[in-house]
């Protein structure tokens, strides 16, 4: 790699790739220089905006909640209403019911998105798996009672 210079002003980098060739380099000769060159604007260039205030949790949280109850209704928190509450945080909740994911999603700007999904195999296998558990839990919980002659 080779450093020359084809004006006063700029400094160009000779490479071995044919693109990096060519591309200029304000650097200042002297190294004090550089934190005393100035940046300038464009006048027909507008200001830069600031960004965005992110939304605070709490905030969140109440439309997390909003977009929950008018999608599930009211009473989802029941257990008669079959909404499981899987996981969640401020910015974002995970509802199942039966073969059906609704995933709520709350950006930074105060925008909700929900999802729905089926159930995928992973919780389809664990339903199972919980349930041949409980079975034989409870055919052994039978045959030790009657070992014991409770039954």
């Known amino acids: 790699m ?10 160009y980098i000779q490479s071995a790739h044919p693109v990096m060739n060519d591309l200029p380099h304000d650097l200042p000769e002297d190294p ?8 300038t604007v ?17 905030q969140a949280r109440i439309l ?12 989802w928190r029941d257990d008669d ?8 945080h401020d910015y974002m909740a995970r509802l199942t019911k039966g073969d059906i994911n ?7 700007l105060g925008e909700v998105t929900i999802t729905e999904s089926p159930t995928n195999a992973a919780q389809n296998i664990a339903q199972r798996l919980g349930c041949v558990l409980l079975l034989l839990s409870l055919g052994i919980a039978y045959l030790m009672a009657r070992a014991v002659g409770w039954v």
Do not use: K, N
């Open 64 to 75: 997390l909640e909003r977009a929950i109850r008018e999608r599930c209704g009211d009473d």
């Open 81 to 88: 209403s079959g909404w499981l509450y899987v996981t969640g």
């Open 42 to 58: 464009s006048p027909s260039t507008p200001p830069p905006q600031p960004p965005p205030e992110p939304l605070p949790a709490e």
């Open 2 to 11: 080779r450093v020359e210079s084809r004006s006063p002003d700029r400094m």
């Open 102 to 108: 609704l995933d709520f999603y709350v950006d930074l």
């Open 32 to 39: 004090s220089a550089a934190e005393t060159v100035p940046h």
